[in-house]
């Protein structure tokens, strides 16, 4: 029996562990074909051994356009298309805004921002020629009740859940998604400031 995705070209950035793992294994148990877009190598190693032959693990550093660039093209050589983009990479740098170092700042925009509309940009050219393609947005509910220890990681979500619509606008022919997880408790919250971790377990959900 096949499955709903069987034969789609996904790639998944920060799928080394974490969310963008488990949506990788999703996709491929549905039929697609996924390149793990990781900057860790050993992660991306370990992704692609797990997944089996149906994966393709690249390194892949998303603040660096041309890295971006080589690993659609490294999608493309391998199965011929891009059917689907998730961007799902991204960081935090925990700290007040006042305390906070502008690299930090940066650091946070380049990765979750910058580097979304950069692979967004590259993917639409080739899902522009097929007149088809899905682009999945993976951002966060925070900046609805944002806390201060992390100014510079609600700021640009903020954006990136505006931006979208613009692009799905521009891009009528394209199924353009943009998905918004509530609370999920990864490895990146050992990052995050305790308030944040305390939330009550009943709020802990996933939609």
Known sequence: MSGQLENRVAIITGAGEGIGRGIASAFIKQGAKVVIAEIDTDLGIAAEKELGHNALFVQTDVSIKSDNERMITAAVDQWGTLDILVNNAGITRDGLLMRMKNDDWDDVLEVNLTASMILCRAAMRVM???????????????????????????????????NPEGSKIIYEFFDYNCGFCKRVFSDLMDLISEPFKTIPASKRSVS
């Not at 993976?138 to 505006?162: A, L, R, T």
């Open 128 to 162: 522009m020629k097929a007149r088809s393609g899905r682009i999945i947005s993976i951002s966060s509910v925070g900046p609805k009740d944002s806390i201060k220890e992390n100014s510079s990681f609600f700021e640009n979500q903020k954006f990136y859940i505006g």
